[in-house]
């Protein structure tokens, strides 16, 4: 298991150049797809719908779209 999360970015693109892909899916909706199969619609939508206002879930939201993800394939070079 990669200590850092660069290091496991880097595994991940690594293993995608041989064809393995990750254990979960990288798109969200694809995730919240397997989530719902896997838990059933009662623990789904109790997170879904934030469990309360959803104010915590906007916040999150806003917080996740103002970061990117800048790959990073020749560090140390």
């Given amino acids: ?3 850092h999360w660069a290091d496991f970015q880097y ?3 690594l293993n995608g150049m041989t064809g393995a892909v ?5 798109d969200l909706t694809r ?4 989530t719902e199969r896997r838990l059933g619609p009662g623990p789904v939508g109790y997170v ?5 206002d959803g104010s915590t ?6 917080a996740l779209d ?3 993800i800048v790959p990073r394939m020749l560090r140390d070079v």
Avoid: H
């Avoid at 990750?22 to 990288?26: G, H, I, Q």
């Avoid at 995730?31 to 397997?34: D, F, N, T």
């Avoid at 879930?57 to 806003?62: G, H, I, K």
């Fill in 1 to 3: 298991m990669a200590k």
């Fill in 31 to 34: 995730l919240e797809e397997l």
């Fill in 57 to 62: 879930a906007r916040a999150n939201r806003a």
């Fill in 66 to 68: 103002r970061r990117r």
């Fill in 11 to 13: 595994e991940i693109y």
């Fill in 48 to 52: 879904a719908g934030s469990a309360g």
């Fill in 22 to 26: 990750p254990r979960l899916p990288t």
